[in-house]
Nanobody, 122 residues
Framework: VQLQASGGGLVQPGGSLRLSCAAS????????MGWFRQAPGKEREFVQA????????DYSDFVKGRFTGSRDNAKNTVYLQMNTLKPEDTAVYYC????????????????WGQGTQVTVSS
């Protein structure tokens, strides 16, 4: 599976962005898909994950109520809608694919995209 993340950019605090992650391969719908982020000097951290059917989602505490994950298996794409962005959300955001039913840790993911930069600043 090859993953391509996009949609990052510069946004003011309180603004919104929608990240997309396009996947290649016919088995996309079999994978749990996750989003992670990594800020300079910090470890990669879990943001959100969605099960293969979209029926189960997990969120880190710091994005609950602000970010929403979704997927369209017909388009081999997952999305991360980010609202009410804060400066501390600034990071490179990565999408990843796991063959586990639920996965929130980096080591549980098999495939990774290249990352897209999100900068929240006035």
């Amino acid at each position: 599976v090859q993953l391509q993340a996009s949609g990052g950019g510069l946004v003011q605090p309180g603004g919104s962005l929608r990240l997309s992650c396009a996947a290649s391969g016919r088995t996309f719908s079999m994978y749990t898909m996750g989003w992670f982020r990594q800020a300079p000097g910090k470890e990669r951290e879990f943001v959100q994950a969605i099960s293969w059917s979209g029926g189960t989602t997990d969120y880190s505490d710091f994005v609950k109520g602000r970010f929403t994950g979704s997927r369209d298996n017909a388009k081999n794409t997952v999305y991360l809608q980010m609202n009410t962005l804060k400066p501390e959300d600034t990071a490179v955001y990565y999408c990843a694919a796991s063959n586990r039913i639920r996965a929130t840790r980096p080591y549980e993911y098999l495939y990774w995209g290249q990352g897209t930069q999100v900068t929240v600043s006035s």
